[in-house]
């Protein structure tokens, strides 16, 4: 059973052009959003996080955009660079325990 | 900069074999994940210390699988014996507490690849 629905599985962005991310859940009782970041053969790292209560949080170029109604998140990436090419996963848990991932997706980045 | 510590890196074996990973967490993180990432897939947890005590086991396999945490510092994940359908990244990853604002932030370790031929 998959919590956490994430689109699309690939995606490929001119450098400089915005990238996103979306995810969709069911568990009304998430209640806290993050992204990772992961690079081939590296574990995954937190990118950026939301709780319920804001509907948007910006950190640099990476802005995520919460839905509650919707129950929908998603993950933008501003003036997208080819650095950025990596494979980025929304998580959703419940009280900061068991966090479920989405299936990822590949960002390319072309120069 | 503190990091999750795992080996081996990488690990080969034939079916039927045992194979186990180690992971040495952050100092001072009471909780440990072990994650398994298939190829292609998001990460999937198999089980969740906190301090030396299970907290979720519910999705790791336990006629084959098996995890300690014996002093609730460092951990060892086994399997045994390995199938073809065990390849995968094994993530061990940890956090800073159980519940509350910031045990979201889970810190993730390299990994340790398993191939099974």
């Known amino acids: 059973q998959q919590q956490v629905k994430q689109s699309p599985q690939s995606l490929i962005v001119q450098k400089g052009g915005i990238s996103i991310i979306n995810c969709a859940y069911e568990n009304t009782a998430f209640d806290y959003f993050p992204w990772y970041q992961q690079f081939p053969g590296k574990g995954p790292a937190l990118l950026i996080a939301?709780?319920?209560?804001?509907s948007e949080k910006k950190e640099g170029r990476f802005t995520i955009s919460f839905n509650k109604s919707a129950k929908q998140f998603s993950l933008h990436i501003m003036d997208s660079q080819p650095g950025d090419s990596a494979t980025y996963f929304c998580?959703?848990?419940?009280?900061?325990?068991?966090?479920?991932f989405g299936a990822g997706t590949i960002l390319r980045v072309k120069s | 900069e503190a990091e999750v510590a795992q080996s081996p890196r990488y690990k080969i074996t034939e079916k039927s074999q045992a194979v186990a990973f180690w992971c040495d967490p952050i100092?001072?993180?009471?909780?440990l994940y072990w994650y398994r990432q298939i190829l292609g897939q998001g990460p999937e947890l198999l089980v969740q210390?906190?301090?030396?005590?299970?907290?979720?086991d519910s999705q790791l396999p336990k006629d084959r699988f098996s995890a300690e945490r014996l002093k609730g510092v460092d951990s060892t994940l086994k399997i045994q014996p390995a199938e073809l359908g065990d390849s995968a990244m094994y993530l061990c990853?940890?956090?800073?507490?159980?519940?509350?604002?910031?045990?979201?932030?889970?810190?993730f370790g390299e990994g340790s690849r398993l191939t099974v031929l």
């Open positions: 100092s001072g993180h009471a909780t």
């Open positions: 998580a959703a848990s419940y009280y900061g325990n068991k966090l479920v």
């Open positions: 990853a940890s956090s800073p507490r159980e519940g509350g604002r910031d045990a979201g932030e889970l810190f």
């Open positions: 939301i709780r319920p209560d804001v």
């Open positions: 210390f906190q301090d030396e005590s299970v907290v979720d």
